[in-house]
């Protein structure tokens, strides 16, 4: 069973950054897709980032391209998220997600792990 476990959430003014991780326990890190997803107060869950494995393919949802950057190192068994200016709208529990197939998918029921969120607030 794979952990994951996050870490770098935080309160952030409008404009700022916050770097999240993802650290995974287990030696077959390299060949999961891993994303990010979030879920706000009385909103569903959704797709942010998505890395495959190699790092060959990498998807963004269209409301944070060219703002936050998805990243993995593998020998680290860590995935990143670079989110740089933050907007209110950010605001949300920001979880790690791996799946044992290849490639990146967008849909949450194809991912088999889970952290347990970290919580992002950005204050206008």
């Known amino acids: 069973q794979v952990q994951l476990v996050e870490s770098g959430g935080g309160l952030v003014q409008a404009g700022g950054s916050l770097r999240l991780s993802c650290a995974a326990s287990g030696r077959t890190f390299g060949t999961y897709a891993m994303a990010w997803f979030r879920q706000a107060p009385g909103k569903e869950r959704e797709f942010v980032a998505g890395?495959?494995?190699?790092?060959?393919?990498?998807m963004y949802v269209d409301f944070v391209k060219g703002r936050f950057t998805i990243s993995r190192d593998n020998a680290r068994n860590t995935v990143y998220l670079q989110m740089n200016s933050l907007k209110p709208e950010d605001t949300a529990v920001y979880y790690c997600?791996?799946?044992?197939?290849?490639?990146?998918?967008?849909?949450?029921?194809?991912?088999?792990?889970w952290g347990q969120g970290t919580q992002v607030t950005v204050s206008s």
């Open positions: 997600a791996g799946t044992r197939y290849w490639n990146v998918a967008r849909d949450g029921s194809d991912y088999n792990f």
């Open positions: 890395i495959s494995g190699s790092a060959s393919i990498i």
